[in-house]
């Protein structure tokens, strides 16, 4: 072990009482994997939960972020207060699991490496940004994963506006008030519909007139593939009526710092890219030397690791067959992850004798999409609802979905229904600090002080 190395436990060892579950990652399904075994095991477990932030981020809210409607706070909900004291949270990222010594090692915010032993093992992971082949692409685009992204972009949208409207080159001003989207899933189709508006807003404020801005929505399939019809055709239908050009069938060639050059041989002059196109698990399910499925760790419907029964694995991260699609698996969407780690915090705890095993089963419920403004798309129960009955069901449900801060959030929202929003730029991320290759997107990256900063050899312990 070197000197920046401890060592917290090694688990259950003979003659102690109390076994150890970490649970690696602590967005959905981790979250309520913690939740879930607390509530099932109480004290009668060592839990702890290793994830590099102090909160749980409720991603679903993030374009709202991006475009000013919500304060980054509000969907930051704080593991302290709303985890059970019974929970060890302990801050960092896992860079090494030992599954043949049942051990796993992280670093904190300062650098410094941390081991323990675990009794079971629940990786929740998520995921990263997917990158491609494309020129230019990690230098000059953006990815949407975490508030520093959120916080980046946000700022930028009001620089660009406000850049525009200081200079009186009028290729500048329309380069500057080009925004491109890159992906049409529930991500980058929020983005794009928020974004839209909020630069709009801001472009008339600055006297730049609403139709300065222009936004262009780039997808290789369709917007919202895989999602139910209605949803996709309302979410197509409201962008294009607001003038969002959304360009089906196209990709990136290339990406420089004056634009993007799409397949089609267009050139777009612009200064921002955000690139929004799928995701892949995080790079730490690739290392352990296990079964992957697109990516994905395998899992038996029980969500143990085939070989491993002391190994759970939920969320984006596990490739968990879907009892409604026979030979396919679950979608990676946040109702699937927060069941799944409810699920897997129920499994351990039946390991460990309490309560029964179950297996995975989950169906659809619906998905609700926010368009910004009054629009949105919404299919609860399969219900189709579109306008305002669908914003109510939207919001509605992400009060219900966040386990905390609703109170600020629906503050936020009914704030900016009576008040212009606000865009003064803090600049406190700056584009360095969110490269689109990083694979934590949660954490900003500081280039005089990398993160992780050091890694120090050997597992300690
Ligand atoms: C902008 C955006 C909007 C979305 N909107 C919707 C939506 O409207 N509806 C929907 O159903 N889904 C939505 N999704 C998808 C949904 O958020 C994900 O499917 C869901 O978050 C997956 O949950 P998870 O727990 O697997 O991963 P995450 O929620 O991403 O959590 C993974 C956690 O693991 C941590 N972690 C990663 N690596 C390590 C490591 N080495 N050590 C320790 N911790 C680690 C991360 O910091 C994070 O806390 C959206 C996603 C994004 C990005």
Redesign the pocket.
Known sequence: MTSAEDDVGHGTTAGEARPRVVV???????YHAVRSLARSLGERADVVL????NYF?Y??L??EVSSGVLEPRRISVSLAATLPRSVTHAQG???DVDLAGRRVR?MDPEGRHHTTGYDRLVL????VHKLMPIPGLSRYAHG??GIPEALYLRDHLIRQIDLAAGSDDPDERRARCTFVVVGAG??GT?VAAQGQLFTRDLARMRGLGEDAVRWLLVTRGEVLAGLDRHLARTAERVLRERGVEVRTGETVAETTADGVRLHSGEHVPTRTIVWCVGVRP?P?IEGLGLELAEGRLVVEQDLTVPGHPEVFAC???AAVPDAHRPGQYTA????H?ERQ?RLAGRNVAASLGRGRRRRYRHRDLG??VDLGGTDAAANPLHLRLAGLPAKVVARGYHLLSMPGNRLRTAADWLLDAVLPRQSTQLGLVRSASVPLDTS?P?VPHHPQMPFPPERSSGTGG
Do not use: C, H, I, K
């Open positions: 690696v990652g602590g967005g959905f399904a981790g290793v994830s590099p932030t981020l991603l679903p993030l374009p990222e896992v860079d992280w929740a992971v998520g995921s949407f994963r529930y991500t929020e995080d730490l969320g984006d991260a990676m969407t946040a109702q992850a780690g998905f609700v934590s949660e």
